[in-house]
Every structure is written in structure tokens, then in C-alpha cells.
């Protein structure tokens, strides 16, 4: 059964910066499209950023230049590096992946980044 491990989350000063990993354990084959959405509280999800299996990225406006997401294909591993971090940067992290076969995406169990001084 495929699950998607998150880690680096954690309370950060403003314009501080946090990293987040996200490993598709369970399988042998490579995901397609991977990335990261997330959740301020009383707010609905919202994409952060995408990357394709190729590489292509694609960015919230709110989030450019700030976060830069990879992945390692190999490891089927997706990363978000954050720098200047601000406080509606603030809310529960989740990670997704698209299968290379059809069934639904699949979704981590989140991770919590607080930007608060």
C-alpha cells in the first residue's frame, strides 16, 4: 500500500526558513506529478507547488520566489525548501502524488509549519 511519509515541519521565526520531505513508501514505481497544498485554519487548501516527473514546476504567486520544490526520483522523494518564511506562510502541509496508474491521488497526513515570532 503506497503512503506518503512527511517530515521538516516545525515553528520558524519570520524570514526564517524550513524544508520539508515527502517519500512515497510502498512502491517500486516512480510517481508522476508531485506537490505540495496546504491549509491555514478557517481556510480552504490551496496548491503551493507542483513538479512533474520531468522536472516542469509550477508555483502559487504567493509562494515565488520564496519556495523551490524538487524531487528525487530515484528515492521518489519530493522536497519544499521555504526561505523568508511569513506568518500567512502559516498552516498544515500536505503533500501529494500522482500515480502512474489510474487511482485516486494520494495524500500525506500533513505537517504543521507556524511562522510566529
Known amino acids: 500500500q503506497v503512503q506518503l511519509v512527511e517530515s521538516g515541519g516545525g515553528l520558524v521565526q519570520p524570514g526564517g526558513s524550513l524544508r520539508l520531505s515527502c517519500a512515497a513508501v510502498?512502491?517500486?514505481?516512480?510517481?508522476?506529478?508531485m506537490g505540495w497544498h496546504r491549509q491555514a485554519p478557517g481556510e480552504e487548501r490551496e496548491l503551493v507547488a507542483t513538479?512533474?516527473?520531468?522536472?516542469?514546476?509550477n508555483y502559487a504567486d504567493s509562494v515565488k520566489g520564496r519556495f523551490t520544490i524538487s524531487r528525487d526520483n530515484a528515492k521518489n522523494t519530493v522536497y519544499l525548501q521555504m526561505n523568508s518564511l511569513k506568518p500567512e506562510d502559516t498552516a498544515v502541509y500536505y503533500c501529494?502524488?500522482?500515480?502512474?496508474?489510474?487511482?485516486?491521488?494520494?495524500w500525506g497526513q500533513g505537517t504543521q509549519v507556524t511562522v510566529s515570532s
Open positions: 501529494t502524488a500522482v500515480s502512474p496508474f489510474p487511482v485516486p491521488d494520494y
Open positions: 513538479i512533474t516527473s520531468g522536472g516542469v514546476t
Open positions: 510502498g512502491t517500486t514505481f516512480s510517481m508522476n506529478a
